[in-house]
């Protein structure tokens, strides 16, 4: 490949660096560790290259010591099949003095490149450098890092806006402003909720326009990210695929129902190919399936996985039967929200069959989470405050909590303590 092309494509990137107004600081905290690759992962279009821009743009003061390709940009396709060498040659001929200072080298969508991982592994051995990544591709990225940078990366999950993004982005960054805006925060939490949290649907006005994108993006994810990386041919029952499991949100799902829905539409697959797509769709942070409780592994494969995804409003925009039902968006949403949390989650059922949504944490320091959107109907603050008390008694915890769009109280149950919470301020941490 041409240098020059590489190197005009490093001074252009440099420029937009310096541009940075407007951007919201997200609730991420990163480290940079000397001969540590920084990785961030998550779905396209959830914000990584702009984090990781606002972090060098805040941290580096002379924008000559950046190195930042976006390997999704058509002038770079070469770099997808030749030796990547070539991007430290150009960057050192435009910077020769810089071989004694420390430089940034920025590589967004890195999975695209080949043979990214030897290059990567090469210029921190070699180098003075400190090494940023964003991919849209879990397994891609770990498997590489696992063989060849064993011990020498540090990766973190990027998500979508959280709630409390989502009004720092409208202008409600400090505790004081929502307080003194209840208004304000209270429509926007509703709109978050019809919406979600990619935030450049801040930028379109149209509820029309919002549909076609969050469809659009999960087209995307299922095209590039899957049938492209995989190298499948059938595109069509992909897609079917992927919407089937977005309408199943917060829902269980079977690898023998969804084959039998698929085989009633036409498409020859098997179940063992069901599970490998599933595993795709997880890769690339669209869908994310999670297991029950259990420290049996026969109890785990035989009961059924719950459903959620990287945002509730890609569901949503997919399936219509979901668009108003606020209470499987708010599952989703408080999902998400403990994902973002670095939790280790699980769903759990007791012995009297009670459903509880989401168990965080290992044996012996676990925490209950149950959600439902309204709990002012007496038979169904009985059923929930009983699943609640049940769980706690058989996983010896001490207490739980509810979240809900309305109440907020605390319930004490037999020396058990039940926090009801409201959404929006679980969700900013109120």
């Not at 190298?231 to 079917?240: F, G």
């Not at 569901?315 to 998400?336: H, K, P, Q, R, S």
Request: one cysteine or more; proline letters at 2%.
């Amino acid at each position: 490949m041409n240098l020059e092309t590489i190197q005009t494509v490093i001074l252009q990137n440099q420029k937009i660096l310096s541009r940075v107004e407007g951007l919201v600081a997200r609730d991420l905290e990163i480290q940079a560790i000397p001969h540590k690759a920084s990785v961030l992962i998550g779905i396209r279009r959830a914000g990584k290259s702009t984090y990781i821009r606002k972090f060098i743009a805040d941290t580096v003061r002379d924008k000559e010591l950046v190195c930042w390709l976006d390997f999704a940009d058509d002038r770079l396709i070469a770099l997808q099949s030749e030796e990547p060498g070539q991007i430290a040659d150009a960057y050192y001929q435009l910077y020769p003095e810089n071989h004694d200072r420390t430089v940034v080298f920025f590589f967004d969508e890195i999975q695209l490149v080949n043979n990214w991982a030897l290059f990567v592994n090469r210029i921190q051995n070699t180098e003075n450098c400190q090494v940023f990544i964003t991919g849209s591709s879990a397994k891609m990225l770990s498997t590489e890092l696992a063989t060849e940078l064993a011990g020498r990366t540090l990766s973190w999950d990027l998500f979508p806006y959280s709630f409390k993004e989502y009004l720092a982005a409208c202008s409600l960054s400090m505790r004081r402003d929502v307080i003194a805006n209840r208004d304000k925060a209270g429509f926007l939490f509703a709109e978050y909720m019809k919406w979600g949290g990619f935030p450049e649907l801040l930028l379109i006005k149209t509820d029309v326009e919002k549909t076609k994108y969050l469809q659009n993006l999960v087209m995307d994810v299922v095209t590039r990210d899957v049938a492209m990386r995989y190298k499948i041919q059938d595109l069509p029952m992909l897609h079917t695929l992927i919407i089937m499991l977005l309408g199943c949100m917060a829902r269980p799902a079977t690898v023998n129902k969804l084959r039998q829905r698929l085989s009633g539409m036409h498409y020859n697959t098997s179940g063992e190919w069901i599970s490998k797509y599933i595993g795709y769709f997880n890769d690339a942070y669209i869908i994310f399936p999670v297991e029950i409780l259990s420290s049996n592994s026969a109890v785990r494969s035989v009961n059924p996985k719950k459903i959620y995804c990287a945002d509730h409003a890609l569901a949503t925009a997919c399936d219509f039967n979901l668009f108003n039902n606020t209470g499987i968006a708010l599952e989703n949403m408080v999902y998400v929200q403990l994902r973002r949390q670095g939790n280790e989650i699980h769903y759990y059922k007791t012995s009297n069959g009670y459903e509880i949504d989401f168990v965080t944490g290992r044996a012996g320091n676990l925490s209950i989470y149950q959600v439902c959107a309204d709990l002012s109907d007496e038979e169904t603050r009985k059923r929930e405050l009983r699943a609640v008390k049940e769980a706690c008694l058989e996983l010896e915890c001490k207490s739980a909590k509810i979240i809900t769009l309305r109440q907020d109280e605390c319930v004490e149950l037999d020396g058990i303590t039940v926090s009801v919470v409201k959404a929006d301020d679980w969700l900013m941490g109120f």
